[in-house]
């Protein structure tokens, strides 16, 4: 019985042992860069969405890549963008 006891004794001893330990080691990651963000906007009725689609692929050819989704109104078009 006192086997059992001082068994448990140390594993529970050695187990917050581990945890006050790990609660001091942060993970080495590296740092982000930060991004940058534009909103390709443009105004148009009936071409509008011509004219987004050749804008946004303008952008992708210069190596920004789409955030999001497109967002409308029956005039606008907006596309966020982040490099």
Known sequence: MKNTI????LVVAAFVAVNLLMSFA?????????????V???YGRTDGRQKLEQAVNQKLAEGWHLQGGVYFT???YF???AK
């Open 26 to 38: 942060k993970p080495v990651v590296a740092p982000d860069e930060p991004k940058q963000y534009i």
């Open 74 to 76: 029956p005039f606008e």
């Open 6 to 9: 001082t068994t448990f004794a």
């Open 40 to 42: 390709v906007e443009i």
């Open 79 to 81: 596309q966020a963008m």
